[in-house]
């Protein structure tokens, strides 16, 4: 059995060419429309997915911005999540990420990867400011490079005038790609999206800024014409999502704590999914809250503790509720920004050093800072039997680190060896790696095994 549903996957020859913010626009046009609009993000980007659930959270409709990483995790689970969380919805949009063939090594990994095993149409946006018919040669190499993939049109970015895109509108006719209008320049849009992800204030109205996008967007972007470009038809099946929920009651009887503020906020939605399979999920604040949760496990996720480094190491009450939980050997797994709240000190920028949790025998700077970035391949030894896939993502860096052990192998996607290291103190795991476990077995439950 089969039914029709439109599904597309925005691209870009590059980074910078505004494919989120034309993504989230055309969620919040499409969620204000009535349709029941289900985002997905390609890569392992958490911040983006993040801005993907707002976008399409409309009149009481909403929907969680999904990954898909061909890296992280198998093409048969790729395609099981889009099938799953696609089934109940009218329209189906993907952010790719980065340059449309950009990938981890070539094109694996890529937004072409995936939109040629999800068999949906590719709608190219291309930042025009500076380009008119050279277009088209740009174009007609997109769509001819890999004949598997549907490149079915295209929208302009940063267009100056009317003018300038009919000198557009012919390119992208004579490289055969069908034009979908475009997007007149305008610095308030283009300051939004440069901010929209990184601005955490409180005071920061994020909701405002997508209705601004999505009204700017509409006025000139033909929706109705992609939506009918980008129809297909989806087989039903039965995902592996449902074999997963046959978990026993006792399981299910497990309290996970998650971490979940403005502080940590880097949450895979299918991790948590996961999690719930293997027990019921209790958020805390650790900013706001004074007591940790009763729990079988504790998981603090990524985030921004440097930027609420003061309000973090002013509730005493929470940092010594969460030292006497991981003293007690009660399993914990923390990442990245988690991992640095377990620690002795953060530094932030002005060279302040806050105290956190002291779980950990190390100390975070952000002097100094600088990225660190890319996929990472773990193998836990004596641990856990298989390897784990992940990424990391930070500007922090460990200033000091004690008697510490790493009981991890890491390397990144070209398996070259990274310095990266995953930390254990009684039942406590900790890393600066972003884990992704939506198909793997037993990972993490086997920490709620070990006592």
């Given at each position: 059995m089969a039914a029709k549903q439109t599904a597309f996957l925005l691209a870009a020859p590059s980074s910078g060419s505004?494919?989120?913010?034309?993504?989230?626009?055309?969620?919040?046009?499409?969620?204000?429309?009535?349709?029941?609009?289900?985002?997905?993000?390609?890569?392992?980007?958490?911040?983006?997915?993040?801005?993907?659930?707002?976008?399409?959270?409309?009149g009481g409709r909403a929907a969680d911005g999904i990954n898909l990483d061909t890296f992280m995790s198998s093409e048969a689970h790729v395609h099981d999540l889009f099938q799953r969380y696609s089934r109940n919805a009218d329209v189906s949009v993907v952010e790719g990420v980065m340059g449309l063939f950009d990938g981890a090594e070539k094109a694996r990994g890529s937004s072409a990867e995936i939109a040629r095993l999800l068999d949906i149409a590719v709608i190219m946006v291309v930042n025009a400011k500076s380009m008119a018919y050279s277009a088209a040669p740009l174009l007609h190499g997109f769509r001819t490079f890999d004949p598997r993939l549907r490149l079915a049109g295209v929208i302009f970015n940063q267009v100056n005038t009317p003018s300038h895109y009919r000198f557009l509108e012919a390119a992208a006719l004579d490289a055969g790609v069908e034009p979908l209008g475009y997007v007149p320049r305008n610095e308030d849009v283009v300051i939004s999206e440069r901010h929209l992800g990184l601005n955490t204030s409180a005071g920061y109205d994020r909701e405002a800024v997508i209705e601004a996008m999505a009204a700017h967007v509409e006025k000139t972007v033909a929706v109705d014409r992609l939506l009918a470009l980008a129809e297909k038809e989806i087989p039903q099946i039965v995902t592996g999502r449902a074999c997963r929920d046959n978990r026993s009651r006792e399981t299910r009887r497990r309290v996970i704590a998650v971490a979940r503020d403005e502080a940590f906020s880097f949450l895979y939605a299918e991790n948590l999914s996961v999690l719930q399979d293997h027990g019921d999920i209790v958020y805390f604040s650790p900013m706001e809250d004074r007591s940790l949760p009763q729990a079988d496990l504790l998981y603090?996720?990524?985030?921004?503790?440097?930027?609420?480094?003061?309000?973090?190491?002013?509730?005493?009450?929470?940092?010594?509720?969460?030292?006497?939980?991981?003293?007690?050997?009660r399993a914990a797994y923390a990442e990245c920004g988690g991992m640095m709240y377990l620690g002795g000190s953060l530094m932030t920028a002005d060279g302040t050093p806050h105290?956190?949790?002291?779980?950990?025998?190390?100390?975070?700077?952000?002097?100094?800072?600088?990225?660190?970035?890319?996929?990472?391949?773990?193998?836990?030894?004596?641990?856990?039997?298989?390897?784990?896939?992940?990424?990391?993502?930070?500007?922090?860096?460990?200033?000091?680190?004690?008697?510490?052990?790493?009981?991890?192998?890491?390397?990144?996607?070209?398996?070259?060896?990274?310095?990266?290291?995953?930390?254990?103190?009684?039942?406590?795991?900790?890393?600066?790696?972003?884990?992704?476990?939506?198909?793997?077995?037993?990972?993490?439950?086997?920490?709620?095994?070990?006592?």
């Open positions: 505004g494919k989120t913010t034309i993504t989230l626009a055309l969620l919040r046009i499409l969620s204000r429309r009535g349709f029941r609009v289900q985002p997905f993000k390609c890569g392992p980007d958490y911040l983006d997915t993040r801005l993907h659930t707002l976008a399409a959270s409309f603090l996720a990524g985030g921004y503790p440097e930027l609420y480094a003061g309000r973090l190491a002013a509730n005493r009450d929470m940092r010594k509720a969460i030292a006497a939980y991981c003293a007690a050997g105290p956190m949790c002291g779980v950990l025998d190390l100390d975070t700077t952000m002097q100094g800072a600088r990225l660190t970035l890319g996929y990472r391949k773990v193998l836990l030894e004596g641990l856990y039997p298989d390897e784990l896939r992940g990424h990391e993502f930070h500007y922090s860096r460990i200033g000091r680190q004690g008697e510490l052990r790493n009981i991890a192998s890491v390397s990144d996607a070209r398996d070259e060896r990274c310095s990266t290291g995953v930390f254990r103190v009684g039942n406590t795991v900790a890393s600066y790696i972003h884990l992704y476990w939506g198909e793997t077995r037993g990972f993490p439950e086997f920490l709620m095994e070990r006592r």
